[in-house]
């Protein structure tokens, strides 16, 4: 059997080889000749806008409603029509043939004149293009940035952009949605001053990118100058001017964090040990959690680089609630100036002394550390006085308004008083 066939197969092999490839030019010439007629859909061809001034130049704008992209259908010979691509193709509207219902006809071209002889556009998928008119208006948005990326150890990088604003054009909806423009600027591992050109974008109120055509930025990109600074870490130090409404006292401030870093010219960080932060309040009557805001502290050609950018402050605010009272005779006062051609008589026996404190504060509280004295720096004759008792100035301390019953003589009168006395005494 094998025999056979490769007998049947190499017998006369040159002439059924031959013969094969005669029958191939055969039906390529026949091919040739007749070049049938045939049908080609080529999709999603863009559709080309000319004459826009039309449009624009009466200070308005437009968005497409339909008819963005067409698809058509060729027919003509294969030769003609086969391998057509929308590359080939020309789809345009003219504005200048913008109708009352905002429609303009769709026109489709074959690009290379020649073709376009032998070949016959069968249908179209859209003939027009459907627009929205609106009035054009513009505004001018804020350019703020966003940077991505820290820069290099030890170095702190201030952004600033220009221009700070830039005019938005559109229809009134589509430029009253953008909130600001933002250009997102890369400090990763940057160790020194520079400028870049960056792209800036719009976004809404919820900080989303709008994307939009129908929103025109009058430039896509704004330059972004990157200042680089050196960073210094200090320790916060807090100066208080509090006082507290009667009958209250405060206790020691606590506050967080302790120590903040800035970044600025190094001839500036040099002469900063600390940053001296100060805090007033008046008549507190109830514990205080305050914050302060650093910026307000930190040189001007500085930057805060720590986040938050405030301290936390706390004093507790205590009531003196707890009293203590003392029964202290007239010579326990101190005597402040008492003219020495007057004398003192006591009228009042006891002074009791009442003072209101913490718990802490009168528990193990002596006369000996109030202060108490009497001051007649005013009295200039003779005479029955009412005089207030003073005290030591102290935090924790609140005194009872107490006052003294005083006598002031002169010293002759009360020898000549004794003598009398005296004399009645040997006369009886």
């Known amino acids: 059997m094998k025999e056979f066939l490769k007998r049947f197969i190499l017998h006369n092999i040159w002439t059924k080889l031959f013969s094969i490839l005669l029958a191939v030019v055969a039906w390529a010439s026949i091919m040739n000749v007749s070049d049938p007629y045939i049908s080609v859909t080529i999709r999603n061809i863009s559709v080309q806008k000319e004459n826009e001034a039309t449009v624009t130049d009466e200070n308005m704008i437009y968005d497409v409603v339909s008819g963005e992209t067409v698809t058509v259908t060729y027919n003509g010979p294969r030769s003609s029509v086969q391998g057509l691509s929308a590359d080939d193709i020309l789809a345009y509207v003219d504005l200048q043939e913008l109708s009352i219902t905002n429609s303009c006809p769709i026109h489709v071209e074959l690009k290379d004149k020649d073709r376009a002889q032998n070949v016959k556009l069968t249908s179209k998928s859209v003939e027009v293009m459907k627009l929205s008119l609106e009035q054009m208006v513009k505004e001018n948005k804020q350019v703020v940035y966003e940077t991505v990326g820290t820069p290099a150890s030890g170095v702190y990088a201030e952004i600033s952009v220009s221009p700070t604003t830039l005019e938005v054009y559109g229809s009134e909806n589509a430029v009253s949605s953008v909130e600001r423009l933002v250009a997102k600027v890369d400090i990763q591992d940057v160790s020194s001053t520079s400028t870049v050109s960056v792209e800036v974008y719009p976004v809404n109120s919820a900080g989303e990118k709008i994307e ?3 929103i025109t930025i009058e430039k896509k990109k704004v330059e972004a100058t990157i200042t680089t600074f050196p960073t210094k870490n200090v320790n916060i ?5 509090i006082s507290a409404m009667k009958g209250f006292t405060y206790s020691e401030l606590k506050f967080a964090p302790d120590s903040v870093t800035i970044a600025g010219p190094i001839t500036t960080l040099n002469k900063i040990s600390e940053l001296k932060v100060t805090y007033e309040k008046e008549n507190v009557n109830e514990t205080i959690n305050d914050n302060i805001n650093l910026s307000e502290y930190i040189p001007e050609d500085c930057y805060l680089v720590s986040t938050p950018d405030f301290v936390s402050v706390m004093i507790p605010v205590l009531i003196l609630d707890q009293n203590k009272r003392f029964e202290l005779k007239l010579e326990d006062i101190e ?24 718990e ?16 007649f720096s005013d009295i200039l004759e003779v005479g029955d006085y009412k005089i207030s008792l003073g005290h030591k100035d102290v935090k924790d301390l609140m005194f009872d308004e107490i006052e003294a019953d005083v006598v002031i003589i002169e010293p002759k009168e009360e020898n000549k008083t004794e003598h009398q006395n005296e004399h009645e005494n040997g006369e009886e």
């Open 212 to 214: 939009s055509s129908a």
């Open 237 to 241: 130090v807090i100066e208080t001017n």
């Open 335 to 358: 005597i402040k100036n008492l003219d020495p051609k007057f004398k003192l008589k006591n009228v009042s026996d006891e002074l009791t002394v009442s003072v209101w404190g913490t």
């Open 360 to 375: 802490e504060s009168v528990a193990e509280l002596e006369a000996g550390q109030l202060g108490l004295y009497l001051d």
